[in-house]
């Protein structure tokens, strides 16, 4: 699998949609602690 090219402006407009819209979820809680997410954004 690769990651596609994109831009600056789509990973921006993406973490603020997950802020926004999915980082309250129950399915989201206590990721910050997950260590399978450490890296996910470097």
Do not use: C, Y
């Amino acid at each position: 699998m690769t990651i596609p090219i994109t831009t600056v402006e789509r990973i921006e407009k993406a973490m603020k949609m997950f802020d926004d819209e999915l980082r309250d979820k129950p399915d989201w809680q206590g990721w910050m602690n997950k260590k399978s997410h450490k890296f996910a954004i470097l």
